[in-house]
C-alpha cells in the first residue's frame, strides 16, 4: 500500500486540517508513514503567523526533498497558512517542492497528490525527476467551509477537534491570519451536531470547538431568547448522550457576549478553562495593535466567568515587544498578568510578518529588550502557574484519562477540567474513563494523583 507522512506546524486548527487530510489518505487505502524515509506522499502543514515557523517548514522540506533523491516518484507538498501566503514563490525556495494547496484546498489535497503519484508510477523511464511539479492551488471554493467535514478521524482516542468555522476579519495590526485564513465563515449547526454524534459514536468523549475567533460563530445569526449562535451551539452539544465535555479555542474580547459567560453557570459539560489571548495589558499598545477594545474590558471579562465558575482555569496568548512598546506599556501587562493570576501563558516576541502594519510602523524594539521583557514575564507566569498548580495538592480531580504518559509507560495520563495534564498509574484506568483522583504531588505544569 502507498504510504502518506504528514509533519504539522502551528496552531489546534492546522492540527485538526491534517487529521482531515490523513483521513482522505486513509479512506482511500493509505497507510500513515511513521517516517517520511518510508512515505510516497510527504506533506508539512505549515504556519505564518511567525517567521520562525515557516523556516522550520522550509528548512524540515529541503531536507526531506535531499533524503529523497533516490526515489524520484515521492510527492512532496505544502499545504496551510504559508502556502497561502507565499503561493508559487515556494517553488523557488524548494525547486523539488511538487504541490502548494491554501488553507482553503484541504478537501483537493488528496486528489491532487494522488493523481501526480500514479502519473508518477506510471511513467514507463525510471529517470530520476529532480524538480517538482509545481501544482499551486490556493483559490477558494463556494461552500469550502461545509468539505470540512467530509473525513472524519478515524485514528481513533477519547477526544477530538471539531471545526467550527474558518477565517478571521479582525485585522489585527501584527497579523496575518487574515490574510491566509480569509473571511470568517460559519459551517451550519446541524453539520457541526451531526459529526459530534459520530465522534460520539466512535469513541470520543471530549470535543474541542476550533475556530479563528471561535465565539464570532454565526455573528449574523439573530439572538434568540438572549442567546447567540454560539451558546445556542454549546447547548445542543450538550444534550448529546455519551459526550461528556466541551471546549472551545480560540475567543476574542470582541463578540464575547454575557451569554457566554453565563454558560458557565448551567452547562457543567463546559470544561472549567478558557484560553483567552489577552496580548497586552497596555490600551496604548492594544490600540496601535488594532485590537478593539481595552484592557479594563479584558480583565473584567476574565473576573466575571471566574465568577460564573469560580475554578475556572484561564490561559493566554501575550505579545512583548510590539512596536513602540515602553516600559510602563510592559509593566502595565506584567501587573494585568499579577491580577488574572494565569493558569499558564504563551508569551511570544514580537515577530514581523509581511504585508502587516506593524511590520512598517517606527520604533521598533530591539532584539535585546524583547528577550528582556519575555525572560521577566516568563518567570512572573510560571510562579504564578506553579503556586496555583501546587494549592490543587490533596484536592479531588475528575480527570478524562487519555492514554499512556508521554514520558513513562507505567503510568497512565489524563486532563482535568481545567485542562491540567494528570498522571496516574498505570492498571488504574483505561483511555475514554472519567474518574475521581486525588492529587498527591505537584511538579509545576505536571501533576500526580491517585485513583479514587
Not at 517567521?51 to 516518484?73: D, F, S, T, V
Not at 508510477?121 to 461552500?143: D, K, N, T
Not at 484560553?275 to 490600551?283: A, I, K, L, V
Not at 492498571?427 to 500526580?448: D, K, M, W
Request: one cysteine or more; glycine letters at 8%.
Amino acid at each position: 500500500m502507498p504510504q502518506v507522512f504528514i509533519k504539522t506546524y502551528g496552531c489546534q486548527m492546522n492540527e485538526r486540517d491534517s487529521e482531515q487530510v490523513a483521513a482522505m489518505f486513509l479512506s482511500a487505502g493509505y497507510e500513515l508513514a511513521d517516517s517520511p524515509e518510508r512515505a510516497d506522499v510527504v506533506l508539512i502543514n505549515t504556519c505564518s503567523v511567525r517567521e520562525k515557523a515557516e523556516l522550520k517548514a522550509l528548512g524540515k522540506m529541503g531536507i526531506l526533498c535531499a533524503q529523497q533523491a533516490a526515489r524520484p516518484w515521492v510527492v512532496f507538498g505544502f499545504m496551510g497558512c504559508m502556502s497561502q501566503s507565499k503561493g508559487k514563490e515556494l517553488f523557488r525556495e524548494v525547486p523539488r517542492l511538487d504541490i502548494v494547496t491554501g488553507t482553503r484546498q484541504y478537501h483537493n489535497v488528496f486528489s491532487l497528490c494522488h493523481r501526480l503519484l500514479l502519473q508518477r508510477l506510471a511513467a514507463a523511464s525510471a529517470e530520476p525527476r529532480r524538480r517538482g511539479a509545481h501544482i499551486c492551488e490556493v483559490g477558494e471554493e463556494a461552500g469550502f467551509q461545509n468539505q470540512i467535514r467530509d473525513h472524519l478521524p478515524t485514528r481513533g482516542g477519547c477526544t477530538a477537534f471539531v471545526s467550527i468555522m474558518q477565517g478571521c476579519e479582525m485585522r489585527c495590526s501584527y497579523c496575518i491570519v487574515p490574510h491566509t485564513r480569509g473571511r470568517e465563515c460559519s459551517r451550519p449547526a446541524a453539520d457541526i451536531l451531526h459529526e459530534a454524534r459520530e465522534l460520539v459514536a466512535n469513541g470520543v468523549k471530549e470535543i474541542t470547538l476550533l475556530g479563528q475567533i471561535v465565539n464570532r460563530y454565526g455573528k449574523d445569526e439573530p439572538i434568540i431568547n438572549g442567546r447567540g449562535a454560539f451558546v445556542r451551539l454549546l447547548e445542543q452539544l450538550h444534550e448529546i448522550d455519551g459526550l461528556l465535555r466541551i471546549r472551545f479555542t480560540s475567543p476574542h474580547p470582541i463578540g464575547f457576549r454575557q451569554d457566554l459567560v453565563q454558560a458557565y453557570t448551567y452547562l457543567p459539560k463546559l470544561c472549567s478553562h478558557i484560553h483567552f489571548p489577552m496580548q497586552s495589558g497596555s490600551d496604548r499598545i492594544l490600540q496601535l495593535m488594532r485590537r478593539p477594545y481595552k484592557n479594563e474590558k479584558y480583565l473584567s471579562l476574565c473576573e466575571a466567568m471566574r465568577e460564573a465558575r469560580p475554578d475556572l482555569a484561564i490561559t493566554t496568548d501575550i505579545i512583548v515587544g510590539f512596536p513602540g512598546e515602553t516600559d510602563e506599556d510592559y509593566l502595565q501587562t506584567k501587573a494585568a498578568v499579577e491580577r488574572i493570576q494565569f493558569d499558564n501563558a504563551f508569551i511570544f516576541q514580537y515577530s514581523p510578518r509581511r504585508d502587516t502594519p506593524a511590520a512598517l510602523m517606527d520604533d521598533q524594539i530591539c532584539l535585546r529588550v524583547k528577550e528582556e521583557r519575555n525572560h521577566d514575564l516568563l518567570e512572573t507566569v510560571n510562579r504564578i502557574a506553579t503556586a496555583r498548580n501546587q494549592a490543587l495538592v490533596g484536592t479531588d480531580q475528575l480527570i478524562l484519562v487519555e492514554g499512556p504518559s508521554k514520558t513513562n509507560a507505567q503510568r497512565m495520563q489524563g486532563r482535568s477540567s481545567q485542562n491540567k495534564p494528570i498522571i496516574i498509574m498505570k492498571g488504574a484506568a483505561a483511555a475514554g474513563q472519567l474518574l475521581p483522583v486525588r492529587i498527591t504531588e505537584c511538579t509545576g505544569f505536571t501533576l500526580y494523583g491517585e485513583v479514587q
